[in-house]
């Protein structure tokens, strides 16, 4: 089982940035997705498809439907920039993407 | 807090295992699986096996089936993973991480990771 994501993203200060993850019928299955800044550990940003950890701010939103996952980010701060993975599960076993660096104009 | 304290960094020869360590705290260690993820330098994420901290259960990556081992001592609320046969492509830095959900009930993701131990192969 694969997941494809875009290698990089660019979204300028104060917009929108949508981070897709694709995979057959990922839909059917929970997709989480990971801030890693550089030398940082992952931090887990959205799971469930949807759901925000605590002190996760409000501005990361998650979907998952037929074959594609989407992080959304709205009102893309500096800070952001990152890399981001999405992973999932395929039985019993953990996939992640291959990665989509953000940046930020 | 929740954390997961890992062991210092190695470097190993060719042909060589290492043991990496994963320290538990702040929570009922046996009430969640493990994870076990590394990243070699500049490259993604890649799994590597979990082990469920109640009952020991494992699953490894078809990718490391044949030279990994992850074992916990529930005593110490550690986690440990053994790689064998060290390869130079094995340099990288691998982390533990935590599931959210307990007994892992759901497929879920990791929301407490550990700081990472970097592993180096080279003769």
């Known amino acids: 089982y694969e997941l494809t994501q875009p290698p990089s993203v660019s979204v300028s200060l104060g917009q929108t940035a949508n981070i897709t993850c694709s995979g057959d019928?990922?839909?059917?299955?929970?997709a989480s997705w990971y801030q890693q800044q550089p030398g940082q550990s992952p931090v887990l940003v959205i799971h469930q498809d949807y759901k925000r950890p605590s002190g996760i701010p409000e501005r990361f939103s998650g979907s998952n439907s037929g074959n594609t996952a989407t992080l959304t980010i709205t009102g893309t701060q500096a800070m952001d920039e990152a890399d981001y993975y999405c992973?999932?599960?395929?039985?019993?076993?953990?996939?992640f993407g291959g990665g989509t660096q953000l940046t930020v104009l | 807090q929740v954390q997961l304290v890992q062991s210092g960094a190695e470097v190993k020869k060719p042909g060589a295992s290492v043991k990496v360590s994963c320290k538990a705290s702040?929570?009922?260690?046996?009430?969640?699986?493990i994870q076990w993820v590394r990243q070699a330098p500049g490259q993604r994420l890649e799994w590597m096996g979990w082990i469920n901290g109640d009952n020991g259960k494992t699953k490894y990556s078809q990718r490391f089936q044949d030279r990994v081992t992850i074992i916990r001592d529930t005593s110490a609320s550690t986690s440990y993973m053994v790689l064998s046969s060290l390869k130079s492509e094995d340099t990288a830095l691998y982390y533990c991480a935590r599931d959210v959900t307990v007994h892992q009930q759901v497929h879920d993701g990791f929301n407490v990771w550990g700081q990472g131990t970097m592993v180096t192969v080279s003769s």
């Open positions: 992973q999932t599960w395929d039985d019993s076993a953990v996939i």
């Open positions: 019928k990922l839909g059917q299955k929970y």
């Open positions: 702040g929570y009922i260690f046996t009430n969640y699986a």
